[in-house]
């Protein structure tokens, strides 16, 4: 008996890093073409936010949202503008795509020292070592 995979956060995730990577390289061939990062961004997310409408249509889906997000999302707007024009500026300048890439997803251990303290999640002593390896490795890209 075979059992079905179970489609969980994890295969999320891999999803969502498939697309990222390609994001990134897409990225790249427009950083190429010489386009201003403001004007990348522009039209990136002017028209990812068209195919979010088409799919909140689509799924009839409300555009409400509560009061009190307003300032999380302005907070995220803001933090959002500056992570979009510096990650373009860094690759357009960068000699590999990827040195960028893993630079950017170093966020994954301030996320995971900040869940700590914000969401009172644990932190082992084996996940503290996964730490002390990325940060090496991201040394190890500066030289």
């Known amino acids: 008996m075979v059992n079905k995979m179970k489609f969980n956060w994890f295969w999320q995730a891999v999803i969502s890093m498939v697309f990222f990577s390609a994001v990134t390289l897409l990225f790249k061939v427009l950083v190429d073409t010489k386009l201003k990062s403001e004007i990348i961004n522009f039209y990136f997310f002017l028209f990812t936010t068209l195919g979010f409408l088409g799919f909140l249509l689509f799924r009839e889906t409300t555009l409400k949202i509560p009061l009190n997000t307003l300032p999380t999302f302005g907070l995220l707007t803001l933090v959002a503008l500056v992570a979009n024009y510096y990650g373009l500026k860094a690759l357009a300048a960068a000699p590999n795509p990827g040195y960028v890439s893993s630079i950017q997803e170093f966020k994954a251990v301030i996320v995971l020292i900040a869940a700590v303290f914000l969401?009172?999640?644990?932190?082992?002593?084996?996940?503290?070592l996964g730490i002390l390896f990325c940060f090496i490795g991201i040394i190890l890209l500066s030289l």
Request: overall charge neutral.
């Open 119 to 128: 969401f009172n999640s644990e932190l082992s002593f084996t996940k503290g």
